[in-house]
């Protein structure tokens, strides 16, 4: 994350992510983070030309990164400025090969109400447009400034 360079309107993630420090990351930086840093690793680590330790191990890694870009893929149509009924549909492919590979992927993962979820956000593009028009990043964003009010533990 330190070493890439991204341009200034982009938000970045905590350049320590994952350390106590770097505290609890907003939906924004979540969005960048698997819309650009994740591929950026995984694809460094798991894709074309790089080696593993046996062929069975390099396989399996390989179907984790095509996997894991099944929802960068998912996430990049639902956050993008613009959509089409295509687009809807291409969203819906895309989810539908992630939750529908999880457990092939991940024998021991339980399936949970936001992986249902998911499948409505195909039906919000066609009826809403782009994510960006009714997504709730303004409210989370009052959310925490309200947070950081003074309040003494009082209502009202």
């Not at 109400?113 to 809403?128: K, R």
Request: proline share 6%.
């Amino acid at each position: 994350i330190q070493q890439i360079t991204i341009p200034s309107w982009f938000t970045s993630v905590p350049s320590d992510f994952g350390s106590a420090s770097a505290g609890t990351m907003k939906a924004d930086e979540w969005r960048s983070l698997i819309t650009v840093y994740i591929p950026i690793a995984l694809m460094s680590l798991w894709g074309a030309g790089t080696s593993h330790p046996s062929d069975e191990v390099g396989t399996h890694l390989r179907a984790v990164l095509d996997h894991t870009m099944e929802l960068v893929c998912a996430v990049y149509l639902t956050c993008a400025r613009t959509t089409t009924v295509e687009r809807a549909h291409v969203y819906r492919s895309h989810i539908a090969l992630y939750v529908g590979n999880l457990k092939k992927i991940y024998p021991n993962i339980a399936l949970h109400p936001n992986h249902h979820a998911a499948f409505h956000i195909y039906y919000f593009l066609l009826l809403f447009g782009p994510a960006h028009s009714w997504w709730c990043f303004p409210f989370e964003r009052l959310i925490g400034i309200l947070q950081c009010l003074p309040v003494n533990h009082k209502t009202g």
